[in-house]
Nanobody, 123 residues
């Protein structure tokens, strides 16, 4: 059974940086494409970034391009989301998700989800 555990959320000032991470257990991490999604209060869960199994292919929502970086360390079974120059609208619960096969950007393409970690950006 795939288990995903996020960590690293917290409070950051607007314009600052924060990194969140997600560790997968129960299966071979390098078999999975990984995604980060976020859900702000009262809003739908939205795609943020995704990375393929090798780390060579990434995809980002337009609003975070150039500021957020997704990466992975297959030896540590962990995917990261480095967030720079964060804005107050980035306040949300951040979820990591996993799927076998190709990178994807749609929520319903990911069968495995973590519990989420709160990121709050103070203005």
């Amino acid at each position: 059974q795939v288990q995903l555990v996020e960590s690293g959320g917290g409070l950051v000032q607007a314009g600052g940086s924060l990194s969140v991470s997600c560790t997968l257990s129960g299966r071979t991490f390098s078999s999975y494409a990984m995604g980060w999604f976020r859900q702000a209060p009262g809003k739908e869960r939205e795609f943020v970034a995704a990375i393929n199994w090798s780390g060579r292919i990434t995809n980002y929502v337009d609003s975070v391009k150039g500021r957020f970086t997704i990466s992975r360390d297959n030896a540590k079974n962990t995917v990261y989301l480095q967030m720079n120059n964060v804005k107050p609208e980035a306040t949300a619960v951040y979820y990591c998700a996993a799927r076998i096969s190709f990178i994807a950007t749609m929520r319903n393409e990911y069968p495995y989800w973590g519990q989420g970690t709160q990121v709050t950006v103070a203005s």
